[in-house]
């Protein structure tokens, strides 16, 4: 098979990968408009399942994968001076241009065609002269935008913005601090990726950012305003930018994930808020998915047909549950008059898929303390008078 792939990111690549690996006959092409060391962020995410599906799905890029790895199973919630930790979650960190490394060594082993500093321009001539295209080229999808016609692309620009910082200062675990000061509420998300850098996304609703006067402040300026905000936490250690510049979450939806011999994958297909896991987890299980329906079906027309049909309920709900969560994130200065353990609690249960008992089971002392701190303050309410209202 002919195959012509847009975009030299985690889907594109690893879709390559597991096609190249069961038919070394596959003539693949990836054209990426980078070279092969520019990359943008810092750290990506993958939870315990996720790596389980590597591992099945090429051995080799899972060995070195997890050679480099930097693994915890605590959520650490940060609330004015308490900093809440709650075990039971098992997730690792890479570095981005470390992964991507990887991948593209991979695909050099097994012969798959890398052009790098290649922008794909003509779609038309690399659909006629494939029999599939992917389009694995990013949230700003041109295929997405060339063929919306086909396929009825959903986007929603959201209200909070972010920005996506690295830093030496290590946080042993996926921390979700927040901080408030005159211009409103931060909440920050970070966590280690290796032995000497983590990711720290930091975010805040269009009022705070109003307010704190980011329109008119240089990158610089930016990163050393935030650097104050979160002075205790990143305790003197600076931010560190990678040309980090304040975004508006985009959340991808289509109607249509293919027509004719063109599919979509990874971000340009769907994005799902970083507040719930990365990008990259969905962009390797697609390819997965894709390379799955390839292998079972006896056209490439049934295999889009099924990888539509079969994955689109998938990330409908995965995305239902990032929604939430995302939500939550947008909503976060309703939440600052919370206690430390019950704003802890709200967010391990914001997406509405952890139940109590889900939490119970991966973390009884944190369940306890919760609801030993709530019986406490119900009791404390129960001999107020009758017209007392109780401040948080
Ligand atoms: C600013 C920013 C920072 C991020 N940082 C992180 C992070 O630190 N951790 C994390 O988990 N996730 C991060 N993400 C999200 C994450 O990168 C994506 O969810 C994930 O990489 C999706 O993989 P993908 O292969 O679908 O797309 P991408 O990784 O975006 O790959 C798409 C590739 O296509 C290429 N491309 C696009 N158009 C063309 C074209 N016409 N011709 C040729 N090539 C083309 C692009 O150069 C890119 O390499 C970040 C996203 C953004 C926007």
Partial sequence: MKINIIGGGPAGMYFAILMK????????????????????????????KTLANLRAADEESHAEITRNFAAWDNVDVVHRQDKISIHGNSFSGIARLQLLKILQRRCEELGIELLFRSEAL???????????????????????????????????????RYVWYGTNKLFHGLTLTFRENEAGVFAAHSYKFNRTTS????????????????????????????????????????????????????????????FENVVLLGDALHTAHFSIGSGT???????????????????????????????????????????????WFENARDYMHLSPIELAYSLMARSGRVKREDLARRDPAFVARYEAERNADAGIAGVQPANGTRSH
């Fill in 21 to 48: 690996k069961a038919d070394a006959g596959h003539d693949i092409t990836v054209y990426e408009r980078n070279g092969p060391d520019d990359t943008f962020g810092w750290g990506v995410v993958f939870s315990g």
């Fill in 122 to 160: 003509d779609l038309n001539s690399l659909r006629a002269n494939s029999d599939l295209l992917v389009a694995a080229d990013g949230v700003n999808s041109t295929a997405r935008k060339q063929y919306a016609g086909k396929l009825g692309p959903s986007l929603d620009l959201r209200p909070n």
């Fill in 281 to 327: 987890k969905l962009a390797l299980e697609d390819a997965i998915a894709l390379f799955d329906c390839l292998k079972m079906q006896p056209s490439v027309r049934a295999a889009l047909e099924e990888f539509e049909a079969s994955r689109k309920p998938v990330i409908e709900e995965y995305q239902a549950a990032a929604q939430d969560s995302m939500r």
């Fill in 199 to 258: 990711t720290f996304i930091i975010e805040c609703d269009p009022q705070t950012w109003e307010a704190a006067g980011f329109a008119s402040m240089n990158d610089e300026e930016t990163r050393h305003y935030l650097e104050k905000v979160f002075a205790i936490d990143l305790a003197e250690e600076p931010l560190l930018s990678n040309n980090s510049k304040w975004i508006n979450f985009l959340l991808v939806k289509n109607a249509n994930w293919f």
